[in-house]
């Protein structure tokens, strides 16, 4: 679960999203729950200093939606699979382990497969949130899980993982002879 999360934050850093988010946060500031496009409701729709701020606002925080996307992404290439991946999300989002371990995750799962509920997802997650939403996040996941993409980088992550580590203090490959400084018995041939 912590690789999946140092991970997932080493992928932003890659990616070059620190900077970025920054950007986004300079122009459009912190982005909550209320301020999404139609945080003033129909009449700020109307609005045209609204609709031009609208403009320059949502393909940055649709932008922001794919850079948590693409840092699920890496979390998963590294952590032992979807399912902590997935526990992890959850918890994060949920903001609560006790509620986590009460939600059937599959059979949830499978009350958001239908196609025009993703869709009404997306719209409301464009006008609404900085952040993909949780339902969203895990299906892009699975399907990013399933891929044989993902296979195959997984191998790549996981080799470059087994080579740069160190080996644990106190282990050697072979073990030592014993010295003369060594206190201890000695084995000899004739007892």
Do not use: C
Not at 5 to 28: C, P, S
Not at 108 to 133: G, P
């Amino acid at each position: 679960e912590l690789m999946f999360l140092f991970a997932r934050e080493m992928g932003h850093i890659l990616a070059g999203h620190a900077l970025w988010k920054t950007v986004i946060q300079f122009l459009v500031g912190e982005q909550s729950a209320g301020s999404g496009m139609i945080r003033n409701g129909v009449a700020g729709l109307l609005d045209p200093s609204r609709l031009i701020e609208s403009a320059i606002e949502l393909p940055l925080i649709a932008w922001a939606r794919q850079a948590e996307v693409t840092a699920d992404r890496a979390g998963l290439l590294v952590s032992s699979g979807l399912v902590e991946a997935r526990k992890v999300l959850m918890i994060w989002s949920l903001k609560s382990p006790i509620l986590y371990r009460q939600i059937n995750i599959d059979a949830w799962l499978q009350q958001q497969e239908s196609d025009s509920l993703d869709a009404n997802i997306r719209l409301a997650e464009s006008v609404t949130s900085a952040t993909t939403y949780l339902t969203r996040r895990l299906k892009l996941m699975q399907e990013y899980d399933a891929s044989l993409l993902v296979r195959q980088l997984r191998q790549q992550v996981m080799s470059t993982i087994r080579l740069n580590t160190p080996p644990r203090v106190g282990s050697s490959p072979v073990p030592a002879a014993p010295t003369s400084t060594q206190q201890g018995p000695v084995a000899t041939a004739d007892r």
